[in-house]
């Protein structure tokens, strides 16, 4: 990865990246400002620059009048905001995000999916997972669709258009991953009142 | 952050080249750890505060640490009563470090999970540039700090007490062998740990932690109650533990010999090898903690954070438990609605842990009460020759159980998870007040049945079958102050309530009306307790009222039930 071994210095290829889980996991006993320090000071960020970048972000998540708050008291949109700005504080090359969309406001979703295509253009390398197949549609360039551990697709969108006949990316997920007719379960559910 | 952590902080850090030469970790990130996971624990209510009932969330919890060593000071000064017993220092002293340990034991072992290990790491600083030796390192110092934090003011009035007293040799004596104590503990925590996680699955562990919390509260209660009672008994005996050959194997013994041979340089053959014991076994046993215990700690630990993996086999045990729920609302309830509010309430009583941690340690308060009620002063009772007051105990037992339910009642409506209330809310019920009628019967019948029998067993055993009556109507007027309480302070779905919500106006007035029902019924009762047919009249009046209540519980309508918004 960008010429480190992993193996052998994962420190260093962490500092390259930044990650961003899926659930809301931060210490919310904490307020924003205080864990986006913290967090910023183990990428080994300068105060300061830390305080100015809390302070930016957090005015452009509209989190600004909650810097000071703790974060127990937080919706998960707002944590999910306080988590993507923690992954992103120290300018990595490479993002890992983990549906970073649950529990994100309209305006917000809309705000996230434009960063993502921003930061993409910037040249960064962004690992986007997800079960929402019409975003990921939408904001990959290269999609590869696991089922059970393994990779069954990996494409770009228009290529497995092409592999697998002019459908959307759910419709192909489903019929690469599917054992049993989705209909089929549907019909079952159905029935499931014949008695 | 406060002083003491500040202090506590800066001393740690201060040999900065031993971790980051030999540790090979880096400062600032341990720096920066450190100071994170403080500021925390600044936040995070202690044992004592976490099982206070009326938790105000609103109130943002600051300087815990502040309170946590203010009891530890405040348990270090209850062992200054072990310097009351006897005339030796080596029974004075055994005493003293058999609370020491028993109390640090019992702080320590919740403390364990939910502050010094927490899950959460793994997904957060983990990810981060941070080498695994500065995590370690961080790690240690702050189980490290966290122990001086309860030990230090712990040790405090025994040492200030034994300066004053002995002389400053004595008094550094003492912080030398609590040293050693420490380390013992320390060895005895990580075995309690790793043999639950050996008899249990890592998802049953933090419940179980809970339990130690619950009893920990209790006991500190207990002792607090009982203890007073029982230096008087030792200190008219005149105990003198050095008589016993058996004490050679309590851990509490060696260190109170080593510190009399030490101070003195003198002492039985015996107590010279406890005294070496004190040293020894502390040392070896944390050699055994670093060498075998951390390391399958560790492994253990990867698996509560990781072990998602609930077995979808049940056992034998919550098949029959289950059985017993449904017959209980079966035989208790009237209508599939009731039937309903009784399982859910039954249930999630029974494994809400949070709930348990609310409610389990005032229960526990109030059979302490009770078993003082029957059993301190028993020889009074039994040679009093008026007997009366003492005859009315076994009613008192069964008015204070009623406290008990109107613990569990207040707690029943709240809950972490009081959002999934909304099944009720869609649900085809007409009148919420079924659900409550039954929430209320599994209230009492989980908590109040069990001791209404002590209460009977001991009241018949000890006044005779004459008293049988009263407790009839004891246990009738119990029911029916429960129901008034219910009536008058409670209509709301069971753990429908978030937690520590503002409290309402008119709640004086409330608690108000609940003592005073308690009392007028109770007072009653007292006044003509020797009255036979006065009994069978209350007693007949108060079924009828009883009964008028139970209806009214049930016809509660959706516009009088209090929704949390």
Redesign the interface.
């Known amino acids: 990865m960008q010429g480190i071994d992993v193996k052998n210095d994962p ?5 390259r ?1 930044g ?1 961003i ?1 899926e ?1 809301a ?3 919310d ?2 307020t924003p400002s ?1 864990f986006l ?3 910023g ?4 960020l300068e105060a300061d620059v830390c305080e100015s970048r809390i302070g930016k972000m957090m005015t452009a998540f509209g989190l600004f009048p909650n810097i000071h708050q ?1 974060m127990d008291t937080f919706s998960k949109g707002m944590k999910q905001k306080v988590l993507l700005a923690s992954g992103l504080i120290h300018n990595p090359d490479i993002i890992i995000l983990d549906e970073p969309l649950s529990g994100l406001d309209a305006n917000s979703v809309i705000i996230v999916k434009d960063l993502i295509s921003k930061l993409a253009k910037d040249g960064k390398t962004i690992f986007y997972c997800s079960h929402m197949m019409d975003v990921v549609e939408k904001v990959s360039d290269r999609i590869i669709l696991i089922d059970n551990g393994s990779v069954v697709a990996d494409g770009s969108f228009e290529a497995l258009k092409q592999q697998e006949g002019n459908r959307s990316l759910e419709q192909i997920f489903a019929r690469l991953t599917a054992k049993d007719n989705l209909g089929q379960a549907a019909d079952d559910l159905i029935n499931a009142f014949g008695n | 952050m406060n002083i003491f952590n500040k202090i506590f902080l800066a001393f740690v850090l201060a040999p900065k080249k031993l971790y980051s030469q030999w540790g090979h970790s880096r400062v600032p990130h341990l720096t920066s750890i450190l100071t994170t996971k403080l500021i925390m624990d600044d936040r995070r209510p202690n044992t004592i505060q976490a099982t206070k009932q009326h938790r105000d969330k609103n109130k943002e919890i600051s300087n815990a640490t502040l309170g946590t060593m203010l009891m530890s000071l405040l348990m270090g000064l209850s062992f200054l009563l072990a310097f009351s017993l006897g005339d030796n220092y080596v029974t004075q002293l055994t005493v003293y470090f058999t609370l020491f340990i028993t109390l640090l034991c019992m702080s320590l072992v919740s403390d364990f999970t939910s502050v010094l290990i927490d899950i959460r790491d793994t997904n957060i600083i983990l990810p981060k540039p941070v080498n695994d030796r500065t995590v370690v390192v961080a790690r240690l110092l702050h189980i490290f700090i966290h122990i001086c934090k309860i030990t230090i003011p712990m040790c405090l009035p025994g040492f200030v007490y034994l300066v004053v007293t002995a002389g400053i040799v004595a008094g550094l004596l003492l912080l030398i062998i609590a040293f050693f104590a420490v380390l013992l503990a320390i060895f005895l925590i990580n075995a309690v740990y790793i043999f639950i996680l050996r008899i249990t699955t890592p998802e049953k562990f933090k419940n179980i932690i809970s339990y130690f919390q619950i009893v920990f509260a209790i006991l500190i209660y207990a002792s607090y109650q009982v203890l007073p009672r029982m230096m008087d008994e030792i200190t008219v005996k005149g105990l003198d533990v050095s008589d016993n050959q058996w004490l050679m194997i309590a851990p509490p013994f060696w260190f109170a010999c080593s510190f009399n041979t030490l101070l003195t340089w003198q002492g039985s053959p015996v107590e010279w090898v406890a005294a070496f014991m004190a040293f020894v076994v502390p040392v070896a046993s944390i050699y055994v903690v670093i060498k075998y215990l951390a390391p399958a700690f560790n492994q253990k630990l990867a698996m509560i954070s990781g072990g998602e993996t609930a077995s979808p086999s049940r056992s034998s045990g919550t098949e029959w438990q289950k059985g017993v729920a449904e017959r209980l609302a079966g035989w208790l309830t009237t209508n599939k609605v009731e039937y309903t509010g009784f399982l859910f309430t039954w249930k999630m009583m029974a494994r809400s842990r949070d709930f348990k941690v609310r409610v389990y340690p005032s229960v526990g308060y109030f059979v302490v009460i009770l078993f003082m009620i029957f059993f301190r002063n028993k020889g009074n009772m039994d040679a009093g020759p008026d007997g009366f007051i003492f005859s009315f105990k076994p009613m008192i037992a069964i008015y204070l159980s009623s406290m008990i339910v109107t613990t569990a009642m207040s707690q029943m409506v709240y809950s972490d998870k009081y959002n999934a209330s909304w099944v009720f809310l869609i649900a085809p019920v007409r009148q919420p007040g079924q659900i409550i009628s039954g929430a209320l019967k599994a209230t009492l019948f989980q908590f109040a049945f069990w001791l209404m029998v002590f209460s009977l067993i001991a009241g018949l055993w000890l006044a005779g079958p004459a008293v049988l009556p009263n407790l009839l109507l004891a246990f009738c007027n119990q029911l029916l102050i429960t129901y008034a309480i219910a009536l008058i302070g409670f209509k709301r779905l069971p753990f429908s309530q978030p937690l520590g919500v503002a409290q309402k106006s008119g709640q004086f007035v409330r608690g108000f009306a609940m003592v005073f029902i308690s009392m007028l019924t109770g007072g009653v009762h007292y006044l003509i307790y020797q009255n036979a047919l006065a009994v069978g009249v209350f007693l007949f009046i108060s079924l009828l009222i009883l009964g008028g209540l139970m209806y009214s519980i049930r016809k509660i309508a959706w516009a009088e039930v209090e929704n949390p918004e």
């Open positions: 420190v260093e290829a962490k500092r990246i990650y889980p659930l996991e931060l210490y006993v904490l205080e320090h913290f967090m000071s183990l990428y080994g703790r």
